[in-house]
């Protein structure tokens, strides 16, 4: 069993940067992947970024250039660092892993103003 608490969304304007952080309930060294997905109101939920066990990642070409996950195997979290933020990443942020079933985090709200 795990729990994924993700924190450090907000209010930004275009342009700006935020970095939420997703902490797991227990140490996150063994799991495969872990990911950023959001959602956009109205909108179907996307794949953000992922990094894996190895530290390998891979993001949405939206995003490609201006947001970078990591993870910190010490501490247990995952974060996303996200810079040049534009009103269209908006969304609700979530936290997902995968280790015997799927994990879900309750999500963070980003808002970016123009």
């Known amino acids: 069993q795990v729990q994924l608490a993700e924190s450090g969304g907000g209010l930004v304007q275009s342009g700006g940067s935020l970095r939420p952080f997703c902490a797991a309930s227990?140490?996150?060294?063994?799991?495969?992947?872990m990911c950023w997905y959001r959602q956009a109101p109205g909108k179907q939920r996307e794949l953000v970024a992922t990094?894996?066990?190895?530290?390998?990642?891979n993001y949405a070409d939206s995003v490609k250039g201006r947001f970078t996950i990591s993870r910190d195997n010490v501490s247990n979290t995952v974060s996303l660092q996200m810079n040049s933020l534009e009103p269209e990443d908006t969304a609700v942020y979530y936290c997902?892993?995968?280790?015997?079933?799927?994990?879900w985090g309750q999500g963070t709200q980003v808002t970016v103003s123009s």
């Open positions: 997902w892993t995968y280790t015997g079933r799927v994990y």
């Open positions: 227990r140490s996150i060294f063994s799991f495969n992947a």
């Open positions: 990094i894996t066990e190895a530290g390998s990642t």
